[in-house]
């Protein structure tokens, strides 16, 4: 469903923002713990390099809040509106997911962040090209 070329795809995907070619991690899988923060330093097909400046990632944190609300309403909305679940229960739902999917939410506002300062580039997916 989702195609190179879209900031989408790079986000959901965790692939390089600019050529979309190779992800951005080192261990794709958010759930390995140690490796949640580890990232490649230089994306190697087109060169693009991730962090940009030192600190880079701090502005993930101003993703993260928007997101981890989206998470929490949707446990909102599905405990409590669907399930029919009481507010204790309906806030155990929403503490339980979070803790569960704060992994996901942090790459998915690494990715987001990154996203805001590249553009995806189809000659760089087609050939390797030296970015900043």
């Not at 989206?70 to 509106?81: D, R």
């Not at 996901?104 to 962040?113: D, F, G, H, Q």
């Not at 760089?124 to 970015?131: M, Q, R």
């Amino acid at each position: 469903m989702l195609k190179k070329g879209n900031k989408l795809y790079s986000i959901l995907t965790g692939t390089c923002p600019k050529c979309q070619m190779e992800s951005m991690y080192r261990d794709k899988n958010p759930y390995h713990l140690s490796n949640i923060f580890k990232m490649h330093e230089r994306c190697s097909h087109c060169n693009t390099k991730y962090k940009i400046e030192p600190s880079f990632f701090y502005g993930s944190m101003y993703v993260s809040y928007p997101v981890g609300i989206i998470f929490a309403s949707a446990a909102f909305v599905i405990a409590f509106l669907v399930i029919g679940a009481s507010l204790v229960h309906t806030f155990i739902a929403i503490v339980v997911t979070m803790v569960f999917s704060l992994p996901i939410i942090i790459r998915l506002s690494r990715n987001i962040w990154i996203n805001f300062f590249f553009k995806y580039d189809p000659a760089a997916s087609k050939e390797g090209i030296t970015t900043r």
